[in-house]
């Protein structure tokens, strides 16, 4: 099975267990993230808006290290599979926790009032909850489900395959230090995606008959119609039969490249981009 093809599929939780583990060497199944988190002890359930005030707090407070869905993307623990978790009802466990902190884990005590304590209870029971639920068991791509990769051979496939538009010394300087994980690979494989940075749109420039030339952010394209926003704002529209254009579409390169790598390519390359620190 193509990777490419199952990226798309991680947001939607329908991802198979085994996917991410058909790499050299790798024992499907082997991967945290295709187990079945702990059963919650004492099922609980909280206010949408009180879920959802403790997203924004976990995010600024504990999203560095947890992620901003609590499944450990920035390499600490997964809440969502943590037996802590399991057995808390209503901030008993988390509560003291949080505001002692670990220190043998290397985890600050934080200071939260009690409001916003309890917003954050809610949202880690509730993104516990939902790891419960989903199809298959399967949430997320555990980061060690994508260390198959040869860095070395991953240098060489991107000297020959990407320096064309980027550079390891200069927009991927650090990449790997900004992005982690998943969403390191869909920044790699699409960085358009909710992985991914700022991309600038595409970009079009039309040539009328008269030898006019009007550039602009490309607004709409078909068959028979070419659009753009001028600098002005202003939208242009021109029947594609008239005039001749040209689109610069930073990511045409990303999509091509799709349908090129082999599952050992994307690994490699994947290697290859988290050893640019």
Request: glycine letters at 10%.
């Given at each position: 099975m193509r990777i490419v093809a199952s990226i798309l599929l991680v947001a939607s939780t329908l991802v198979p267990a085994d996917l991410f583990a058909q790499g050299r060497g790798r024992t499907a199944g082997a991967s945290p993230a295709s187990q079945r988190p702990p059963q919650t002890v004492t099922p609980q359930t909280y206010p949408a808006d009180q879920v959802a005030t403790g997203r924004r707090l976990f995010a600024a407070r504990c999203g560095s290290c947890h992620g901003p869905e609590a499944t450990g993307e920035a390499g600490?623990?997964?809440?969502?599979?943590?037996?802590?978790?399991?057995?808390?009802?209503r901030g008993d466990k988390i509560g003291p926790l949080v505001r002692t902190g670990r220190s043998d884990k290397g985890?600050?005590?934080?200071?939260?009032?009690?409001?916003?304590?309890?917003?954050?209870?809610?949202?880690?029971?509730?993104?516990?909850?939902a790891a419960e639920t989903?199809?298959?068991?399967r949430?997320?791509?555990?980061?060690?489900?994508?260390?198959?990769?040869?860095?070395?051979?991953?240098?060489?496939?991107?000297?020959?395959?990407?320096?064309?538009?980027?550079?390891?010394?200069?927009?991927?300087?650090g990449i790997s230090s900004r992005l982690q994980g998943l969403a390191l690979l869909q920044r790699m494989l699409y960085?358009?995606?909710?992985?991914?940075?700022?991309?600038?749109?595409?970009?079009?420039?039309v040539t009328a008959p008269n030898g006019q030339t009007v550039t602009g952010t490309l607004a709409y394209r078909d068959e028979f119609t070419i659009a753009l926003t001028d600098s002005a704002g202003s939208y242009r529209s021109w029947p594609t039969r008239r005039v001749t254009f040209k689109v610069?579409?930073?990511?045409?390169?990303?999509v091509e490249q799709l349908a090129k790598y082999t599952d050992d390519d994307m690994h490699d390359v994947f290697a290859y981009l988290q050893s640019l620190k």
């Open positions: 600490d623990t997964d809440l969502t599979r943590s037996t802590l978790v399991s057995q808390d009802v985890m600050p005590p934080i200071a939260v009032s009690d409001e916003d304590l309890a917003a954050i209870v809610a949202f880690v029971h509730d993104r516990h909850t989903l199809l298959g068991g949430r997320s791509v555990d980061v060690a489900d994508l260390q198959t990769g040869n860095a070395d051979a991953g240098r060489k496939y991107f000297d020959a395959a990407c320096t064309r538009c980027h550079s390891a010394t200069g927009d991927l300087s960085p358009g995606s909710g992985g991914g940075g700022a991309v600038k749109p595409p970009t079009v420039t610069d579409d930073k990511l045409s390169a990303h």
